[in-house]
Nanobody, 121 residues
Framework: QVQLVESGGGLVQAGGSLRLSCAASGSIFSISAMGWYRQAPGKQRELAAAITNGGATMYADSVKGRFTISRDNAKNTVYLQMNSLKPEDTAVYYC???????????????WGQGTQVTVSS
């Protein structure tokens, strides 16, 4: 079994910063891609940022230059540093991690429970 535990969400004023963390634990053989999605009320879930096991990153246009994704492979943890936050960044943020539980199993995507980020104007 694999568990993902997110932390770091909250309420912040526009222009402020938050740092999200997502730690994976359990039966982990290897981790490939890690990422953060977000879902605002009434909208579809969208990819905000992702990072490969080699450290390559990608960002949605709406967060480029403001958000930074990083990972600590020793801790099986992915982070999302969010700066210059805007009210339109308000959403539930979900981490997702591609994990192989053994050398013989194909990778599967696991999801965190979600953490609320609210940016007030």
């Amino acid at each position: 079994q694999v568990q993902l535990v997110e932390s770091g969400g909250g309420l912040v004023q526009a222009g402020g910063s938050l740092r999200l963390s997502c730690a994976a634990s359990g039966s982990i053989f290897s981790i490939s891609a890690m990422g953060w999605y977000r879902q605002a009320p009434g909208k579809q879930r969208e990819l905000a940022a992702a990072i490969t096991n080699g450290g390559a990153t990608m960002y949605a246009d709406s967060v480029k230059g403001r958000f930074t994704i990083s990972r600590d492979n020793a801790k099986n943890t992915v982070y999302l540093q969010m700066n210059s936050l805007k009210p339109e960044d308000t959403a539930v943020y979900y981490c997702t991690v591609s994990i192989m539980t053994s050398s013989l199993s194909p990778g599967s995507d696991y999801w965190g429970q979600g953490t609320q980020v609210t940016v007030s104007s």
